[in-house]
């Protein structure tokens, strides 16, 4: 399995545009089985295209989310309220997807991997 990535966040410097390319049939089954323990989505490292003045940076989905919850009048407002801080969303970092890539690994030598294959292609096909 080939993890690649197009660029880098302009603010937080996390991976934009997160692919994964399977080698095989066998690699993609273990990658969906994996998916279903836990699952990881990069949908926060999509990448887009913000203006800072004149000039377009291309910066993650998280960051463009945040900078719009972070505008001053709105920090002023819910303090003001008592109103909780809102759940900022995060990107994955290189370690993160770093991390998850190798516990594939993990998970493709453990002695019961072929029934989780199984339950995948079952899904996949709808065997029954
Ligand atoms: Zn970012």
Request: charged share 30%.
């Amino acid at each position: 399995m080939r993890v690649k990535w197009f660029g880098y966040c302009a603010c937080c410097r996390n991976p934009l545009d997160v692919h994964l390319y399977p080698q095989n049939f066998y690699e993609d089954l273990l990658y969906d089985s994996y998916n279903n323990i836990r699952p990881k989505n990069f949908e926060n490292n999509v990448s887009m295209y913000k203006f800072y003045g004149l000039k377009t940076r291309k910066i993650c989905l998280a960051c463009y989310k945040t900078q719009k919850l972070l505008k001053p009048y709105k920090v002023r407002r819910d303090f003001e309220i008592g109103r909780p801080l809102p759940k900022y969303p995060v990107s994955a970092t290189q370690e993160d997807i770093k991390e998850w890539f190798f516990k594939i690994e993990e998970f493709s030598k453990r002695a019961d991997v072929d029934d989780y294959i199984k339950e995948s292609l079952n899904r996949i096909f709808d065997y029954t």
